[in-house]
């Protein structure tokens, strides 16, 4: 298991799919967060804006002890692959480019989306940064996760910041679902357009409800404090 991911590695096409994969469980483990985060917001179904229900959920985290520990030990490797990943096909590509000989017939069509891939990634690398230091190195955070969330995201700066992101991340996903499926060879002319629409799908979900928990705090009183 472990030679055939060093082995893929080895290639640029097997880089390509890793790339795919590891992006494809980062949406999956965004969907998880997203849902463990609206519990913050009023949300049918699913928000308590009174904080108990998160506060809950972030014990229930808790309550896995060293799995917890294990399971961010795999995302931070996830997160790791996907980067370094980017970065090297990057270069490659830029390499590429400058010898004039490259067959360039299948970069597929320039969208908004496709061509800031990597500033879109760059910013929401530096946002998860910026983002573990609000919360999950904070000392405070572990206290009272809904009232300091709360308190993070009513401040216009903050609450900003995380509502721009959250349009990052549908930008990011919007070309990052259909370009995985691609490099996992997943292509077929009759499926194309689907997966097309389907990533385009799934970045508005996220997109919007994303940023449905900063705007809530920006512009309603907020209930957890
Ligand atoms: C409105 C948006 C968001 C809110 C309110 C939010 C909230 C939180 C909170 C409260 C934690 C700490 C959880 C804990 O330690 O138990 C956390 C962790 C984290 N968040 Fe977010 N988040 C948001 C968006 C995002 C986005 C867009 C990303 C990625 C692009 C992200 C990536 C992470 C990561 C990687 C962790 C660390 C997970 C861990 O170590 O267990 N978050 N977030």
Do not use: C
Not at 129 to 140: E, V
Not at 162 to 174: A, I, M, N, P, T
Not at 181 to 195: D, I, M, R, Y
Request: aromatic share 10%.
């Amino acid at each position: 298991m472990l030679r055939r991911f060093v082995n893929a590695l080895s290639s640029s096409v097997g880089r390509k799919a890793v790339m795919g994969l590891t992006g494809l469980l980062l949406v999956g483990f965004l969907a998880e967060h997203l849902l463990g985060n609206l519990k913050l917001t009023p949300m049918p179904l699913l928000g308590d804006p009174e904080g108990g229900e998160f506060d809950h959920y972030v014990e229930f985290l808790k309550s896995f002890g060293p799995w917890l520990k294990v399971a961010e030990v795999g995302l931070f490797a996830l997160f790791a692959a996907h980067i370094v990943i980017a970065l090297r096909l990057t270069m490659e590509n830029s390499e590429a480019r400058k010898q004039k000989y490259v067959i360039r017939s299948n970069r597929g069509a320039q969208t908004v989306p496709s061509t800031s891939m990597h500033i879109t990634g760059a910013l929401l690398l530096a946002f998860i940064i910026k983002h573990l230091f609000d919360f999950r190195l904070n000392d405070a955070f572990h206290e009272s996760p809904a009232e300091v969330v709360g308190e993070t995201l009513s401040q216009p700066v903050h609450g900003l910041i995380y509502l721009l992101v959250s349009l990052l991340v549908g930008l990011h996903v919007s070309h990052g679902f259909r370009s995985a499926f691609q490099s996992l060879g997943a292509s077929h002319p009759a499926w194309n357009p689907l997966l097309v629409w389907l990533g385009r799908g799934l970045a508005v979900v996220l997109a919007i409800l994303f940023a449905s928990i900063p705007a809530y705090f920006l512009f309603s009183q907020g209930g957890a404090h």
